[in-house]
């Protein structure tokens, strides 16, 4: 398939390695000075089946997939999804990347074809990790859901479908729900943020990459199940629910939290951190793809 990438900075690069490796022909554009450089750098699959223009238009012609991927500026996506909805074939899937701007509303300025346009909102790096967040807007079509969920299968992607449209689809909004716990916490002073990071990191957030909170809560109720645990434990959690903290970026929470990372990283280079981060990543993922039920 001949796939348009629509936006080649950190996100449309990853989607552009996966496509690639994936045996897809790509054609990438941006308007930004540089940008076929950078993206070329960054791309680690096979460039062979890589075009690059600064021509829209021309990159959505014969495109049979459009992967969209730039600023989550409403007025600039009117902008491009004015040009993908008049020059792309009109049965062809145009999907956004966004994790804030809510389909129905980037369908505002495709008059043409609305019905094929919807958020494929990946996580990053979209070449490793398989979760694709598949939100229709108000006026999407079914076999447009479909075509998209099939594409991103076949990419060997884990897509879901959400049932209803939500600032921050689902995956944003859950992690939002921790971020607001831990930076609560640290403007409370009840934990430094390494401390939270290695919670998470080696606690709970093991168990997360296995199963879902469901499930792993499931399990924990040995027989009884997920019926036990909320029968023994749902009142002391409806209790810690309760006493959860709602904290405001003030400027002393924002310097807190930057000034943590910066000493949990103690002259550690970031480079490496993602480099290392990316080799678990690929391990834990083989592992679990060599499972039947992970």
Not at 203 to 217: I, K, T, Y
Request: proline letters at 7%.
């Amino acid at each position: 398939m001949r796939i348009a990438v629509v936006g080649t900075g950190v996100i449309g690069a990853s989607w552009t390695t996966l496509f690639l490796e994936y045996g897809h022909e790509v054609v990438a554009t941006d308007p930004a000075p540089g940008a076929e450089d950078r993206l070329r750098a960054a791309v680690t699959a096979d460039q062979t089946r890589l075009t690059f223009t600064t021509d829209l238009a021309g990159a959505v012609a014969d495109a049979g997939f459009v992967q969209e991927n730039g600023p989550e500026r409403p007025e600039l996506k009117d902008e491009v999804f004015a040009v993908l909805d008049a020059a792309a074939p009109p049965e062809t899937v145009l999907a956004s990347s966004s994790s804030g701007l809510l389909p129905s509303r980037i369908q505002r300025a495709c008059a043409a074809h609305p019905e094929r346009v919807l958020v494929g909102h990946p996580f990053n790096p979209p070449h490793l990790i398989p979760l694709v967040e598949v939100v229709p807007g108000e006026r999407t079509g079914e076999a447009a859901v479909e075509e998209a969920m099939a594409f991103y299968r076949g990419l060997g992607r884990r897509p879901i479908r959400l049932r209803q449209e939500l600032p921050g689809h689902v995956a944003n909004r859950l992690q939002a729900a921790l971020w607001r716990e831990a930076y609560s916490l640290v403007g409370r002073g009840a934990a430094s943020v390494a401390d939270i990071d290695t919670a998470i990191a080696h606690g709970p957030g093991l168990r997360w990459a296995l199963l879902g909170p469901f499930l792993n809560q499931h399990l924990s109720g040995g027989a009884g199940g997920i019926a036990h645990v909320l029968e023994h434990l749902g009142p002391p959690m409806e209790e810690w629910w309760a006493d959860l903290g709602a904290p405001r970026l003030t400027p002393e929470l924002t310097h807190a939290i930057t000034r943590g990372v910066a000493e949990e990283l103690a002259g550690t280079s970031e480079a490496d951190v993602v480099a290392e981060r990316d080799a678990l990543l690929a391990l834990l993922l083989d592992a679990k793809n060599r499972t039947d039920h992970l």
